[in-house]
C-alpha cells in the first residue's frame, strides 16, 4: 500500500513534491488544492491522477499524509486540522513566523502524537550524512566553525515569482527561506546554538531584507558566521562550510560536497548529478520510514522552532550582546 498524500500549496514548492512522489514507490498523491486555479493546472501536469479538491478539508480528508507547502501564516491551522484527524505531518520550513504560534503549534503536534516532520532538505540528504560520520570518525580534526555564504542578484530568484509573499518582510526573504536550512545543518554539526549579535538591512518597511550578518556560537564557543546579500551581476550562491583542523567540507547548492586539506576544495564521492531530485527522493524516502513508525533523519519540529527562533532574532537584529 503505498502512503495516500494531500499535497495542500501548488506553488513551485508544493508542484516539485508532487512530481517527486508520483516518482516514488511509497507515495500516492491523491488530492491537491490550492486557491489559485493557474496553480492547480500546473499541479495536474505533474500529477495528473490527483483529484483538484474544492477546499483544503476537502483534500486532507481521507488520506494518509498531509504535505503543507503553503505560505507560513495558514501554514499551522492546516497542520492541525490535519493532526485532529490523525493525519501525518510533513510541513515546508519555515515553521512559521510567529514564534509563540510556532510553539503552540509544536506542542499540539506533540500532543497529536501523529508522525510529523519538517522539510529541511539536507536532512536526509548524503552530504549532511557523509559529513557527520566523517566528523565523527575524526576525519576532520577538531571542529574550528562554520561559515555560512548566500548571495543573489536578486530576490526572490527568477523561479520564485509567482509566490509573491516572498518578497515581504512579514513571511519571506532569503533568511527563512534558504540560511534557515544552513542552521539547520549548522545545529546537527554542532549543537544547540546561540546568537551573539545580528545586523539586518532592509529597503523600506514592507519588503524583505537585502543584506545580513550574523554570529551564534555553540555551547563550546565554536563560531557560525552568516553573510547573506542580495544585488549585483552574479550567479546564486549558496554554501555552508564546515571547517575542521584537518580538513574542511563546503555543501553549495545545497547538495554539492567539496572537501579541502588546504588546497582547492575538490568533489567527494557523495556529490550528486541531479541535487534536487536526489535530495527530494532521500527526504521521501525517511518520511516513508516515519510513516513507518522507525528511524527517520527528517527534521522534527521541535528542531524546525530552535531554527526558526535564530532566524527570527537574526531579522529582528537581536542577539545576546550588543
Known sequence: MTIRTAVIGLGIMGRRMAENMVLHADFTVTTMWDPDPAACAAAQEVAPNAAVSATASEAMADVDLVYLACPPVPRKAYALEAAAGGKAIFLEKPL???????????????????????????????????????????????????????????????????????????EGGMTREVISHFLFLSERVLGPLTLQWAHAEYPDDELCETHVAARLVNAEGLPVSILGSVGGAQPDRQEVTVKGAKASRRISEFAIDTLSTGEAFAPTNSSPTDTRATSLKAQLDDMALLMAGKASRLATPEEALRVQELIEGILANRGVQS
Open 96 to 170: 512559521g513566523v510567529d514564534i509563540a504560534e510556532s510553539r503552540a503549534l509544536v506542542a499540539e503536534l506533540q500532543a497529536a502524537g501523529v508522525p510529523a516532520a519538517v522539510n529541511f532538505t539536507q536532512a536526509a540528504g548524503a552530504a549532511l550524512t557523509d559529513l557527520t560520520r566523517s566528523i565523527r570518525e575524526g576525519a576532520l580534526g577538531d571542529l574550528c566553525g562554520i561559515d555560512i555564504i548566500v548571495t543573489y542578484p536578486a530576490w526572490p530568484r527568477a523561479w520564485q515569482v509567482d509566490a509573491d509573499w516572498l518578497r515581504f518582510a512579514a
